[in-house]
């Protein structure tokens, strides 16, 4: 057994100032083994794979690679010693072309003309097709990610550690993506494969240790385990599934009429004549691959972008000039997908972030002046009602966990009881039970009579919430489709997805 | 009005002297600023570099001496830079402003003495053979050397920043300083090693200016070049071949407006002394086409 075991991981410890990110953890990983990490946000994952790629020392604890041990200084030692990682975020370049980036993460990187060929060479082997020429910032996100996939391979990794790898694919990317992988698995590379989405990971993966608050709570064989029984060993405690009070829809409210724009800056996407209209009590879902217009369409409708008048009409009236406090004002309230800098400016104390959003509906501005007791009540309100965590509206924006802001940006928005509420990934990024409760408001909301437009990356969340169902694509959308009974394939057609998104043939 | 004053071939010959402090200055912050650091103290290290040049000169009487003293002088200056805005954190725009005026005081005290005194002679070198060549001779090979290193420093910064690895690592810490910190680059080392070599070529340049366009010591003599060479290196969109032409250009018209000047020209010489710098701003934007570096002023921190 032990000749069978790659990477063995005994006892982590890593804290930081206030929190203990790992606390005794160990497993082992074995040779071609598809390893599953799950665990809520905070919970110590990432903290655990950095400590594997060399980022961070843990402060005890011992790992052992191949029977030797294994110390990396830094990611460079761990690459060479075989661990290879895919980031969720942050490690690609924008300006630079795919062989320059790729080259960027290799210890000795051939010239660029043999690199070029390579890159060509093993991402044919491996069905993920790229041209080493394009700039990485006209790719789409799965062609992103296969950037970081080849760059990994190129190396011959003997563990291929994966953060989040499909949270922004198409359901086809995702098949792609799974082939490769287990190519990969028969090939001898084992890999350490981090989701939260349950159902790729009974699919993919042969073994899981789960975490919690920085413990590990338990293994599990992923094909024999339930998704549901899964989810509350990562959070403890049973879950509540979102319920939609049956109502029926009403009037027309929101009305987006040949809606067009150009792409507002170099790597953005032009809105192609969108055309939709949105009942009251009723919620449209809008999946998509990420930038395929999802940001030009929340600041199209928020009033961020303006476009002609008639293209946006809210109960008959024309608002596609107005900005958006004269938005608010008639009715049509938008919850921006960066809550840090966009949804909410991190600096400031939660009171002020309340006001910012609700000044124009709450009357929390009078005679020019801010109406300070009120904007404070509010933002008490918000919290209160929404459960965010936190010790008081004066706290900055910056001090909240992921999942407490969401809730409060959410919130603050919902709570102004709007005629059409846009939101754009609304739990993106939060965990399995505050996006419970954040999809729960949405429904009761709808249920209220709002016009509710979700735009969101997480096929599974729409699934839950929508109504109806469309897909961006490319700037364009499709007709919408009645949500129920619609199956994964369907939504994945529907998605359309990246430019050369030819199934990849793979000769295994 | 006498035109005839104007000698072609003299105005081409000096616009490459001319040009030559802003080529220096302004090829060290391209290097800086695709690191993703900018800094604004350009005129502070040219001015150092120029009083540490001049002084080593007068005191060892090597021209040569006062060129390796003043790359020392505006890299001392700048590690200063390095040290408040890597490790310290400070805002690199009131920095960068802050060392343009900590370096005018600090010339003008180290300079006291120095004022009217002429440096050694800076010789010239003829390039054997080419520099008899009728008209290109006088205009191209027939400078001091400071000439050469400044174009060699253009196509040595070209080669770099295109074709080799170190290059390639500095643009990447320039364009996403998050993502080539996942990958294990030591971005904060190699952002204070560019911002030495900018406050090193910085003091080259304003060496150039006190040893051999001028040659003496005034306080404030470098009168705005380091502007000039931060303006041309956004106007030139980072790419190094722009900046020599947009520097030849600036430098050019700078010229040009001189002998106008001279030969008694019916324009007003407020207009004469702003064309260089229209000309340039003029020309540069119709040619902009790039991209700043994408974390260009921004603060990085290993743990945000």
């Known amino acids: 057994m032990a000749t069978d075991t790659l990477l063995e991981l005994r006892g982590l410890t890593k804290a930081y100032p206030g929190v203990v990110a790992n606390s005794d953890v160990s497993f082992t990983i074995g040779k071609g083994e598809v390893h599953a990490l799950l665990g809520e946000n905070g919970a110590g994952k990432s903290t655990l794979v950095k400590t594997i790629y060399g980022l961070v020392k843990p402060d005890t604890g011992k790992m052992t690679l191949n029977g030797v041990a294994y110390e990396p200084s830094e990611p460079r030692a761990a690459r060479a010693s075989g661990v290879a990682m895919v980031f969720q975020h942050f490690s690609l370049f924008d300006a630079l072309d795919v062989a320059e980036n790729i080259a960027l993460g290799m210890e000795n990187p051939p010239q660029m003309a043999d690199l070029a060929a390579r890159i ?33 391979l190129l190396q011959d990794p003997k563990l291929l550690i994966m953060d989040e790898p499909t949270s922004v694919l198409t359901p086809q990317e995702v098949e792609i993506l799974f082939k490769t992988l287990n190519i990969l698995r028969e090939e001898g590379t084992s890999i350490l494969y981090i989701s939260h989405k349950l159902e790729e990971i009974r699919t993919l993966c042969e073994h899981a240790t789960i975490l919690r608050h920085g413990k590990v709570v338990g293994n599990c064989d992923p094909r024999q385990t339930s998704a549901r029984d899964m989810a509350e060993m990562m959070v403890g405690a049973s879950l509540h599934v979102p319920e939609k009070a049956p109502h029926e829809a009403g009037e027309v409210v929101l ?56 293209m946006v009409v809210i109960d008959g009236r024309e608002i596609g000039r107005l900005g958006p406090n004269e938005r608010r004002a008639a009715g049509l309230c938008a919850a921006p997908e960066e809550r840090n800098g966009h949804a909410a400016a991190p600096d400031m104390s939660l009171t002020e972030n309340a006001l910012m959003t609700g000044a124009v509906r709450k009357n929390l501005v009078k005679n020019g002046l801010l109406d300070w007791p009120a904007a404070k009540a509010f933002a008490e309100e918000v919290i209160k009602a929404f459960d965010v965590r936190t010790p008081g509206p004066a706290n900055a924006a910056r001090s909240l966990s992921g999942g407490n802001l969401q809730k409060f940006v959410i919130g603050r928005e919902i ?94 | 009005m006498d035109f005839s004053s104007i000698n072609p071939i003299l105005l081409l010959a000096s616009l490459m002297v001319a040009a030559t402090p802003i080529i220096l200055a302004a090829a060290g912050e391209l290097i800086v600023e695709r690191a993703g650091v900018l800094n604004l103290g350009v ?42 805005t890597q490790f310290l954190l400070s805002n690199q725009v009131a920095t960068g402003l802050a060392l343009t005026l900590f370096g005018l005081g600090l010339s003008a005290l180290l300079g006291q003495g120095y004022n009217g005194i002429k440096a050694p002679e800076f010789p010239r070198i ?17 400078h001091d050397p400071m000439v050469y290193v400044g174009i060699g420093l253009i196509a040595g910064t070209w080669y770099f920043l295109k074709y080799s690895r170190a290059g390639l690592i500095l643009r990447a810490v320039g364009e996403n300083h998050e993502a080539a ?48 060479a931060l303006a041309i290196v956004v106007f ?30 019916a324009i007003p010489v407020e207009y004469l002394a702003m064309s260089p710098y229209i000309a340039t701003i ?22 945000r």
């Not at chain 1, 097709?129 to 950037?147: F, H, K, T, W």
Request: aromatic share 6%; with cysteine; hydrophobic share 50%.
């Open chain 1, 120 to 152: 060509r060479e093993v991402s044919e082997q491996y069905g993920l097709p790229l041209d080493p020429n394009m700039v990485v910032g006209d790719l789409s996100a799965g062609e992103r990610q296969r950037v970081e996939i080849i760059r990994c």
């Open chain 1, 255 to 310: 009305s987006i009429r040949g809606l067009s724009a150009p792409a507002p800056h170099q790597f953005g996407t032009a809105l192609k004549n969108i055309t939709v209209d949105v009942r009251e009590g009723e919620v449209l879902g809008i999946g998509g691959v990420a930038g395929n217009g999802q940001d030009e369409l929340v600041a199209a409708l928020s009033g961020e972008m303006k476009t002609a008048a008639g």
């Open chain 1, 415 to 508: 709570m102004q009881k709007p005629r059409v509420l846009v939101i754009n990934q609304p739990t993106w990024g939060v965990d399995a039970a505050a996006a419970a409760s954040i999809r729960q408001a949405i429904l009761d909301l709808a249920v209220s009579g709002t016009a509710v437009v979700c735009i969101s990356q997480d096929l599974d969340e729409l699934r839950e919430i929508s109504d109806r169902f469309a897909a961006l694509n490319e700037g364009k959308l499709t007709p919408p489709r009645p949500a129920k009974g619609l199956t994964i394939d369907e939504i994945g057609l529907m998605l359309g997805g990246a430019h050369d998104m030819e199934i990849a043939h793979v000769d295994a």
């Open chain 2, 43 to 84: 005129e502070g290290m040219m001015i150092t570099g120029a009083i540490t040049g001049f002084i080593a000169t007068v005191t060892t009487g090597s021209p040569w001496i006062g060129f390796v003293a003043a790359a020392a002088g505006g890299a001392g200056l700048s590690l200063l830079f390095a040290f408040l």
């Open chain 2, 126 to 142: 003829d390039i054997p053979v080419i520099s008899d060549i009728p008209v290109l001779g006088p205009i191209l090979f027939s």
């Open chain 2, 181 to 228: 910190h996942a990958l294990g680059y030591h971005v904060i080392r190699i952002r204070i090693m560019a911002i030495a070599f900018g406050g090193a070529c910085a003091g080259l340049g304003g060496a150039y200016i006190s040893l051999v366009r001028v040659p003496q010591w005034t306080d404030g003599m470098t009168a705005g070049a380091g502007w000039i």
């Open chain 2, 236 to 265: 030139a969109s980072w790419r190094p071949w722009r900046l020599l032409i947009g520097a030849y250009l600036f430098g050019g018209v700078t010229v040009l407006q001189l002998n106008l000047q001279a030969a008694g020209i």
């Open chain 2, 282 to 303: 003029l020309v540069l934007v119709l040619m902009s086409a790039g991209r700043a570096p994408g974390s260009l002023g921004k603060i990085f921190h290993a743990s």
